[in-house]
C-alpha cells in the first residue's frame, strides 16, 4: 500500500509544472524514504532530479518500494481537477496497474477521486557523482527566470562567466549582444534576496537558452536558485522546495567543434 | 558556433 498526502495541491502543481515541459512521462520511485524520480529528456541534453522527502508529506506511508510510470500531460489534466488549497492524497495498491488522486476541499464537503493508468517505462538511470564544484553561485530564482526570458531574444545560447567579483550571462546573434552581470550582494534585509559565489576556479561555460528557460519553470517552488558550475561538465540548478525535498536540473554544456 | 553535448558524455547509465 502506497499513500502521500499533502495539505495544499498547490506544491504537486507546482512540481509538476516544473517537469512537464521537459518529460511527457515519467517514473514515480516511492519508498520509505520519499518519493524520488530521475529522467532525461528525449533528447538526452537534460535530466531533471526531483526528491520529496516522506518526511515533507502530512500522511505518508509506503509499505513495499514502488515504480509508478506517469504519463505527465495525464497527471496535470487531473491535477487541473484540484483547487489549490485542497487536500491532494495518491494512493496505489502493491503492484497496481493504476493510481489515484483524491482532492478534498478544505471544508471537507467536497472529495473527488481521479485513477489515472500506470505505465511501464524504459528506465534510464544515470550514476551521477558527488562533485565539487569550481563555482555555486546562490540568487533570486525570479532573477535567474528574468535573466534566462530577456537573454533568450537575443541568441540560442547563453554564455555564464563566473569569477569571484560576480557573474556575467551573455547572449548574442542577429539583433546584436546582451550582457548581464550579477555582483555579489554586500548586505541584504532579507536573504532570499542575497546573490552569492564560492568560487575555487573562474569558469565560463556556454548553455542552450532553451533548456534554461524550462528550468525556470520550477520558480514558484522556491526564493532561491543555485547554479554549480566546472569547467566541461554539466550545469546542476537546484531549487530547493521548503520543508519537502529539491528538484535538480542538469544539463551539458555546448562545446567548440 | 558551438555545439551541444550529450549528458551521457558525462554519465553513466546504470
Known sequence: MFEARLNAATTLKKVLDAIKDLLNEATFDCSDAGIQLQAMDNSHVSLVSLTLRSDGFDKFRCDRNLSMGMNLGSMSKILKCANNEDTVTMKAQDNADTVTFMFESQNHEKVSDYEMKLMNLDQEHLGIPETDYSCVVRMPAMEFARICRDLSQFGESVIICCTKEGVKFSASGDVGSANIKLAQTSSVDKEEEAVTIEMQEPVSLTFACRYLNAFTKATPLSNQVQLSMSADVPLVVEYRIPDLGHIRYYLAPKIEE | ?14
Open chain 2, 1 to 14: 558556433t558551438p555545439i551541444q553535448n550529450d549528458l551521457t558524455e558525462y554519465y553513466s547509465l546504470i
